[in-house]
């Protein structure tokens, strides 16, 4: 076999092992997702699901990869790198979506639902579905891509705390956003707003007294474990969470790739509840384990205390608190 036809036997077999090559391994395009929660929180698993499913109805176009419990900064960062599609999927709690797309304040009012059932049957609804729209059409450069659980919220200390009074002189970290920090004054504390990741070192030095969140929340981020043993069930905010795309991100898909987010979001909103409903009895049942005291509280003087606050931020919303109040 002479030097030339050995060359191109060569060359040949190179160009058709390229063509074997699978599709994954030619243009794959990584979607950088984020949330401050940990590897098998329920809002991180289910993403993670849609991105499994996303990568598979691809052929591998499009991978995946998530950075949990905070690496790319709080929410409020994490929010700016979406909207310039630094991050790709966001999932985020609406509270510090608020200061970016004030229609979402509503949401973010305390004790503007009667429980968790009654939220999830606005979010679920037609108002669920609008609230989602004009988060899409806002300039915030995001698709709301669906809801998330978040639960309750609610008060934890390092003193037992069971009414308004009991708050007065008591430092309490509250998410980035003025709703929130008028909230806990009206409550009878002093709210300081903190990332979520600061909150930790903050209450083990004494900066903070307390801070306030869900029992999976509370858990995860081992703020029991700094102090803060008294969970009183206040339940004053009852907040749903979003997962977004950037839109910079969106307008690069194809039309039947955005139909396949939009079906496969759909699918993580309901793992997402799911997952939840377990593991809020989960960590509820870890808390206590870890000593943790549960403390059933009087609602009612911290709702009469924060009409203030709903009658602020309420104001220009005031069809949609109707709707929502009488949704069943
Ligand atoms: C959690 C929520 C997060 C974040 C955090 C916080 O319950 O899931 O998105 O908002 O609270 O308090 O910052």
């Known amino acids: 076999m002479n030097f030339r036809r050995t060359l191109f036997a060569t060359a040949t077999a190179a160009v058709l092992a390229v063509a ?6 030619t243009a794959q395009t990584i979607l950088k997702a984020a949330d401050v929660h940990p590897a098998g929180y329920p809002n991180v698993v289910a993403i993670e699901s849609l991105g499994r499913k996303l990568e598979a109805a691809t052929n591998g176009k499009y991978k995946l990869q998530m950075f949990p419990s905070g690496v790319l900064g709080g929410e409020k960062e ?31 009012m305390p004790f503007v639902f009667r429980n968790e059932a009654h939220m999830r049957a606005v979010i679920d609804g037609p108002i669920g579905q609008e609230l989602l729209d004009k988060i899409t059409a806002s300039p915030a450069k995001m698709v709301a891509l669906g809801w998330m659980d978040g639960g309750s919220r609610s008060l934890y200390t390092k003193k037992l705390v069971k009414t308004p009074a009991d708050l007065k002189g008591q430092k309490v970290r509250m998410m980035g956003n003025p709703l929130f920090v008028d909230t806990m004054n009206a409550m009878g504390g002093n709210g300081i707003a903190m990332g979520y990741g600061e909150v930790f070192s903050a209450l083990q030095t004494g900066v903070l007294d307390g801070a306030e969140n869900n029992p999976p929340s509370m858990f995860t981020s081992n703020h029991y474990t700094a102090g803060a043993k008294f969970y009183a069930q206040t339940n004053h905010l009852i907040i749903p969470e979003i997962f977004v795309m950037s839109k910079v991100t969106w307008e ?50 911290f709702y009469d205390a924060t009409a203030p606050v709903r009658a602020k931020y309420g104001a220009p919303y005031a069809d949609l608190i109707k709707r929502i109040e009488v949704t069943k």
């Open 252 to 301: 690069k898909l194809s039309k039947d790739e955005q139909a396949l987010v939009v079906k496969f979001s759909r699918e993580a909103q309901l793992e997402q509840r799911a997952l939840w409903d377990k593991s809020v009895a989960e960590y509820t049942a870890k808390l206590k384990a870890a000593g943790v005291e549960f403390v059933a509280v009087d609602q009612k003087p």
């Open 78 to 108: 994490m929010i700016e790198q979406t909207q310039v599609g630094a991050i790709n999927i966001l999932r985020t709690s609406l509270g510090p979506l608020g200061t970016v797309v004030p229609d979402v304040q509503v949401f973010n």
């Open 20 to 25: 074997a090559l699978p599709l994954t391994t």
